[in-house]
């Protein structure tokens, strides 16, 4: 049994390899950049507004309101970082009602890159809004000692972030695959409804956990 | 008994012990906080949704706890190092 979709490669030239996980997540970017191209083409203020429309809207009015209620008061800016995340592993996640699809955020890879990509997004959005001396200076809160701990913390959140959404998803596919040799009838399908409600909120989870992160890193010291 | 069954014996009794007790402190907190934030909810029905933002996010680093256990308990089935290891000793044997 395969722990994760880096197992199965595709396609394999020299030191060039393409694994199921690679190709996945090149569908998934490709059919979510078209689908924002189409939709997007033709965006209308007044009348009557195309049902893709409104669905992007509620999304990405859903989400802004979201950001702002964690804290962060300038939603417009964090949107695409914070946006991108949900979506991309609200997909992948949701996908997993096609047939032969494995999700990409079932492989430690994928997960470490995007845990990664928010550890520097915090880094970055904090130095952006309190400036460098500002931003290291909050390592130091409340006193010094706790310096080492909090960049101990800094990391293992990183880590969590990564193995927690990786866990669950990959759990949920091991125990459908486990299911269907035990009873391969009819209950894995309830398995796979579970998997697609853990799968959401996981999405919903990471997102939201990067930006409690982002948020604790921008406070000003007025707030 | 060679090394290899004491590895699989030594594995397999790992994984379930850690996935089996792993479990037990998550699930007792997981219990604490919902029973807490329902009880948050009835009295404060107007914060519902802050109340159910920080569950939410609290249930997550809980949850985390017993998704380490379970992720070790699938290395130990599944990719074990040990057991590899043994493997490819056995085999250039």
Known sequence: ?223 | MDSMTIIAIVSIICASVTIAVGSIAPALAEGRSVATALNALAQQPDASSTITRTLFVGLAMIESIAIYCLVISMILIFANPFWNHVITQASAR
């Open chain 1, 1 to 223: 049994m395969r722990l994760s979709p880096d197992e199965l490669i595709l396609w394999q030239h020299g030191f060039v390899t393409l694994n199921s996980t690679i190709v996945t997540t090149w569908a998934l970017m490709f059919a979510m950049t078209v689908g924002a191209l189409l939709i997007t083409r033709n965006l209308k203020t007044e009348g009557d507004i195309s049902r893709w429309q409104g669905f992007v809207e509620i999304v990405v009015t859903g989400i802004q309101q979201q950001i702002k209620e964690v804290g962060l008061n300038h939603p417009a800016k964090y949107l695409a970082f914070i946006g991108t995340l949900f979506l991309f592993i609200a997909l992948s996640n949701l996908c997993a009602i096609i047939p032969g699809y494995e999700p990409p955020t079932g492989s430690l890879s994928t997960t470490s890159a995007l845990a990664i990509s928010v550890f520097f997004a915090v880094v970055l959005f904090g130095i952006e809004e309190q400036g460098l001396g500002g931003y290291l200076k909050s390592y130091l809160k409340p006193t010094f000692i706790m310096l080492p701990f909090n960049i101990i913390s800094e990391f293992s959140r990183t880590f969590a972030l990564a193995i927690r959404l990786f866990g669950n998803i990959m759990s949920g596919t091991m125990i459908v695959g486990i299911l269907l040799t035990i009873v391969p009838f009819f209950v894995p399908i309830f398995m796979d409804l579970l998997g697609l409600l853990t799968g959401m909120v996981q999405a919903y989870i990471f997102s939201i956990l990067a930006t409690v992160y982002i948020a604790a890193a921008t406070r000003t010291r007025a707030a």
